[in-house]
């Protein structure tokens, strides 16, 4: 009996995909919802939340009752620091896209070959990667603290009196921005390692036979046919700039003076310690509609080139 | 094949050209220095880090280390997080690769409507939600809970997790799954004896990826717990460095000890890591 249906759904598929199996209800029921409950209570609700509580002024305990239309979003917008998280996470992607990237790339090409030596070099630079936001923070508000830091030292040796960097309201991005790069270009460069990897070496062998010149075959062999690796290297660094958090709490916590705020850290000091859900909530919206954006936008004009 | 490649590389020009070695080298000076620094500043005093920054410490004395080890809540902050980053581990691979098999090897209505829902996950990383997130553990009674940041890391990494496993579990032999199926074998079995021994690659991958995520998290830590005996390491970290001020040896013997075990994690994982990384490129 069941032989027959199986082996009839096997020569019809396609009919047999308009029928819910009988026997698959049970395994479905199992399966599905653990992770459809946790994911619509945890995930999808919290965020339908925030768009209802972003229209009310609201302490977070209590009914909301106190509606304030757009009032939210208004404040959040023409907040004196909102701008400067905004003006500060874009600097973060514009690193990324013009620093990170470039160097992760730089790197990859030279740490293709599965030789013992490669190796090594390629862990070490995975390695900040790997690290804590909040210890690799801590380690590099080290490196720049004023008094005992390496920057210091470093300016002594050159004869240089160094700034306090993260005391400095100029320094202090371009010093996280730095952290970033040392954090995450090693991820990047696996990125682009996998790609590198994935061309097959015949291609690059007969075009070396051709006598194509080492950097031609990087423009015009490697860099198209590792396309996919690079489109999914930028989106991440644009939408992990837009989360930024925990390296910038250790490092500056936002200062001096509120001046490198993120988005996420803007919300965290602003919103959720001073438990104005209300504006918390607007922020959060704002963010999540610009991420939607960018991935949509960003799988239209972008992933769509990886499929062919 | 081995023989001819080798013949191929003694005629090649050398894969790496010197300008490459020399900025690799910065590069990995780069890497380094931080790490060099804090590990050996562990062992020194205030005065010597400005005056002897990059030598090795004038007496190896682990007052510092010791210190922290019998003194602090170094020890219960690490076990807390290793409980945490366990058992997200251990629930997410289970609830994510059941879904993922159900999505990828069950026909029923709506599996494709329902992936693309999972996949809106991508799109929700914790922190852009972390403001309702914590009003919704409040009401679930999970506030200052290791639960409440448990459910809620689950959660959030089911979309990663589930894309995983759903390609992983589609690019396995499709015939295994109908043999079974004619042998009148259920989907529970089909999943428990056949799909997840299969699996064992994706499952160290996906766990491994979760592990480290929960293992470093801060920002979902920070806003659901705030009874001291509860936190995690990196919150444990933050409160030390909060009281020490600019006691600089201390700090980083601190975290010294807390990036060495991450580190030695690091070296043994990394093949799964990378292999889930690269892995899927290849394959994909």
Known sequence: MTTIASSAALSAPRRARRYMDRKSLVPLLLFIPPALILFVVLVVLPMIDAASFSFFDWTGYGPMTDFVGFENYDDVLSHRHFGTAVRNSLLVIAVSLLVQLPLAMWVSLALVEKRWSVNVIRTLFFLPYMLAEIAAGLIWKFVYDGNYGIIPTVGDAIGVEMPFVLGDKFWVMPAIMLVIVWKYFGFHMMIYIAGLQSIPSEVIEAARLDGVKKWQIVRHIKLPMIWGSIVISVFFSIIGALQLFDLVIPLSNGGPNNSSHTIVTFLYQFGILRMKLGFGGAVSVMLFIACVVITVIYRRLLFSREVD | ?284
């Open chain 2, 1 to 284: 094949m081995a023989d001819t490649s080798m013949d191929r590389k003694r005629r090649r020009r050398p894969e790496i050209s010197a300008f490459q070695w020399l900025t690799l080298a910065l590069v990995a000076a780069f890497i380094i220095v931080p790490f060099y620094t804090t590990i050996l500043g562990g062992f020194k005093s205030i005065g010597e880090l400005r005056t002897n920054p990059f030598g090795l410490p004038a007496s190896w004395d682990p007052a510092n280390f010791t210190g922290i080890i019998f003194e602090t809540a170094l020890f219960r902050s690490l076990w807390n997080s290793l409980f945490i980053a366990c058992s997200t581990v251990v629930l997410s691979v289970l609830v994510s690769s059941m879904a993922a098999f159900a999505l990828a090897h069950i026909r029923f209505f709506g599996s494709k409507f329902l992936m693309s829902f999972f996949m809106l996950g991508l799109l929700f990383p914790a922190s852009t939600a972390i403001l309702p997130l914590f009003i919704k553990l409040r009401d679930l009674g999970l506030l200052d809970k290791h639960l409440g940041i448990i459910i809620a890391q689950v959660a959030f990494s089911l979309a990663f997790s589930i894309v995983l496993f759903h390609s992983f579990f589609k690019r396995l032999p499709g015939e295994l799954i109908d043999a079974a199926r004619m042998d009148n074998c259920g989907y529970l079995k089909i999943y428990w004896y056949i799909t997840l021994p299969l699996s064992l690659p994706i499952i160290a991958t996906v766990g491994v990826f979760n592990f480290v995520g929960s293992w470093n998290s801060f920002l979902l830590p920070l806003i659901v717990l705030n009874t001291d005996s509860n936190y995690t390491w990196p919150l444990g970290i933050m409160q030390f460095q909060g009281q020490y001020g600019s006691d600089w040896p201390k700090i980083l013997a601190y975290l010294t000890l807390t990036i060495i075990p991450a580190i030695g994690f690091f070296l043994l994982a990394q093949r799964y890591i990378i292999s889930g990384l690269t892995g899927g490129a290849v394959k994909g």
